[in-house]
């Protein structure tokens, strides 16, 4: 046995996951200590301990390399998802003081449960072993389960929470069975070890290999809501308080797809030939089921919903092409997709109203004349949501479709792109409503922008801008860490 | 690296069908060989040699469940401490800070249920509090 299990430099590369933890557990406890109830104190430290995470985490990059004997690898890769899903709490902070002081929920646990997400999704983007993956899973599913069922008088809420639990932890079983099979066939969870043991001399049976990256599929899938695993995901949106519904969105999906990409592209690279037909398909059916659904929607919610299924299946396509290429186009594709899907959320958050009356794509009618910044930023989200160009979804859109087309995937690049047009209409829907109708009830009835949500709303236009006009400052960082296998 | 799995799981499958077996003979053996004697005492719902009283299908408390999921919480995460035992020889002081950090972590939690009122079975430090 080693003398020594933890040396500082591991501390140090676990750094965001602590200050996370640590602040959470703060939180958690400062409730029932103050009985006063005071909102705006609790999303400040939220926010400092968010802000410390990316600075631990950048600080941790800075001394890269594994930890606790290979249980973690803190690349490029890992610190760009680290700092994604922290940016993204962040932004899911910012409309919530608006939100939870509407519905008279302000509590401190509110924020500890989303930094103790928070905290499970950056083990995930570090985890490079099977079992932290799956702790990593486990810490930030659960804490989102009750934050789907955050506002527990209404009814909506409750079903949300209920079915992202049940369906939930039935993926995760899977995704644990497929970890069992191959600990049970190469001896080990490392995924670098997994790999020498699939290419070597010795490989084991190709069933269980394949039975195994299927189960895990079953469960990532479930995760980033690809199909034909997407069946919860409308139901929650709609159900979960909104800003928790942008968070469900892009948080633990971007770290789902991180572990999705670095398990698949280090640990199964060597059988990508056995796995690429799934992808393929499940790739096709995520677009296409995705923005057809969208199209019928009278929701806004339910459509945002819909179209984050299509744009999981969009990663997907990059996630077929098995390239270095491929995953970079994914790691950019995710953060443009996080940006500007949750503005739009916040948007929605915004005009919902006491309750969440307002969901309807009518209640954003005239929103155009009452209130230009909102309707002007969601007009940038939804923008960029279609690919147009000079916003982030367009070079998102085209690296991935590039990565395709340099790996022959031409019937999906060609099908992707037809779904691309197809989703066009359900997002101009939305502007037209916005632009070209007189104003309706809810938009009479909106406030003004309070400070919180003016930042939710304009740091992710400028973000998803700046990822428009100058793609290659991300693009490179990406590239540069897509190399999963050294 | 095994031989064969078939090989290497033979034993597995032999030892399932020898139990499933054994279970499946011995009920049939006193289905065949027991003698039964039917009446309406007999047939009543075991109560521990009471005569049962009532329906079982009552409502009750929400609280039983509180307290429940409670203990298994706190149960589970005390059985931590039996392996931390038995290496704390060897791992020395890393266990110890290992511990201390995982005990103050459950010491929080506690803090925090008991705090909420969780504990509380009556509801009458919730009314103290509020007055």
Not at chain 1, 34 to 41: F, G, I, Y
Not at chain 1, 211 to 224: H, I
Not at chain 2, 91 to 104: C, G, T
Request: glycine letters at 8%.
């Amino acid at each position: 046995m080693p003398a020594s299990f933890t040396s500082a430099a591991d501390l140090i590369r676990l750094l965001p996951e602590i200050i996370l933890t640590v602040m959470g557990t703060f939180l958690m406890v400062l409730d029932p200590i103050l009985h006063k109830r005071s909102s705006r104190a609790f999303g400040h430290l939220s926010i400092l301990a968010l802000a410390g995470g990316i600075g631990g985490s950048v600080y941790a990059y800075a001394h890269a390399g594994p930890a606790f004997g290979g249980m973690l690898m803190v690349d490029g890769f890992a610190t760009f998802f680290r700092v994604l899903v922290m940016v993204v709490g962040i932004l899911t902070v910012l409309p919530s003081y608006r939100f939870l002081n509407r519905q008279d929920a302000e509590t401190s646990e509110y924020h500890a449960l989303l930094l103790f997400s928070i905290a499970g999704q950056c083990l995930m983007a570090a985890a490079n072993e099977l079992i932290i993956v799956f702790i990593g899973l486990e810490i930030s599913s659960i804490a989102s389960y009750v934050l789907a069922g955050y506002l527990r008088d209404d009814k909506r809420a409750n079903e949300a929470s209920l079915k992202y639990f049940l369906l939930g932890s039935f993926a995760t079983a899977f995704f644990l069975y497929g970890v069992a099979l191959i600990y049970g066939s190469t001896g080990s969870v490392n995924l670098i070890a997994v790999r020498a043991a699939i290419s070597g001399q010795n490989a084991p049976e190709p069933v269980f290999l394949g039975l195994a990256a299927a189960l895990m599929f079953v469960g990532l899938g479930f995760k980033v809501s690809a199909a034909p695993f997407q069946i919860w995901a409308p139901d929650v949106y709609q159900g979960a308080p909104t800003p928790v519904a942008a968070f469900l969105s892009a948080g633990p999906k971007a770290a789902a797809f991180a572990v999705f990409l670095r398990i698949f592209m280090t640990a199964f690279e060597p059988i990508g030939g056995g796995w690429e037909p799934l992808v393929w398909i499940s790739a096709l059916l995520s677009m296409t089921i995705g923005n057809f659904a969208a199209l019928l929607q009278s929701n806004v919610k339910r459509m945002l919903a819909y179209s984050s299924i299509a744009h999981a299946g969009y990663v997907l396509v990059a996630l077929t092409a098995r390239s270095e290429t491929g995953t970079a186009a994914a790691m950019f594709y995710l953060a443009a997709y996080a940006l500007m899907n949750i503005g739009a959320f916040a948007v929605v958050s915004h005009l919902s109203g006491r309750g969440e009356r307002y969901q309807n794509i009518d209640d954003l009618a005239g929103l155009g004349q009452k209130q230009p910044l909102t309707a002007a930023m969601l007009a940038i989200f939804l923008l960029s949501l279609i690919g147009v160009p000079l916003t982030g979804g367009f070079f998102g859109k085209f690296y991935i479709f590039k990565a395709a087309l340099d790996s022959h995937l031409y019937w999906l690049a060609v099908l992707g792109l037809l779904n691309s047009a197809v989703a066009a209409y359900y997002y101009l829907r939305i502007l037209v409503m916005m632009y070209m109708h007189e104003p309706g009830e809810a938009v009479e009835a909106v406030e003004p922008l309070s400070l919180g949500l003016r930042a939710a709303l304009i740091l992710p236009a400028m973000g998803t801008l700046f990822l428009g006009i100058f793609p290659a400052w991300v693009l490179d960082f990406a590239g540069k860490s897509a190399a999963l296998v050294k | 690296m095994p031989e064969s799995y078939t090989e290497l799981y033979f034993p597995v499958l032999v030892q399932a069908i020898c139990a499933m077996a054994l279970a499946a003979g011995l009920l049939t053996v006193s289905f065949l060989l027991g003698n039964r004697v039917r009446n309406r005492v007999k047939d009543m719902p075991y109560e521990s040699g009471i005569v049962p009283t009532g329906d079982a299908r009552q409502r009750f408390s929400v609280k039983f469940y509180l307290v429940g999921m409670l203990f298994i919480l706190f149960d589970i995460e005390a059985i931590f401490l039996y392996p931390w035992v038995v290496v704390y020889r060897e791992l020395k002081m890393f266990a110890f800070v290992e511990m201390l950090i995982f005990v103050v972590l459950i010491l929080s939690g506690y803090f925090y249920i008991w705090k909420k009122g969780a504990l509380d079975w009556s509801g009458a430090d919730a009314a103290s509090r509020k007055r």
